[in-house]
């Protein structure tokens, strides 16, 4: 027993794979991550991050060539209950591997 508030972490992933071409072959897998905080654990999140992470594999042999990864960091700095505008940060990150690179 203690008044300490205590943080309460909630993550999630989600698993889709994708048939960019509609071949039957999947060429991509999608890979999202939700991630909700409540800093103070009164029941209202503070924090949201979320990461959306694509591995295509255009080569087909089964290896990731190119990861797009996309995070949206919501915080709810005024602790308003809402993420509006200025609360939101969204990084994207690119990787291509050299295989795709030397082939042109
Ligand atoms: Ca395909
Ligand atoms: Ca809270
Ligand atoms: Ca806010």
Redesign the pocket.
Known sequence: MSDTPEAEITSVTETEYVDIDGDGTIDAVRETTTTLVDVDGDGTIDIVQQTVTTAYDLTGDGEADVIESTTITAV?????????ED?IEVEQVTLVSEAVVEEG
């Open positions: 709810d700095v005024d602790g308003d209950g809402e993420f509006s609360e």
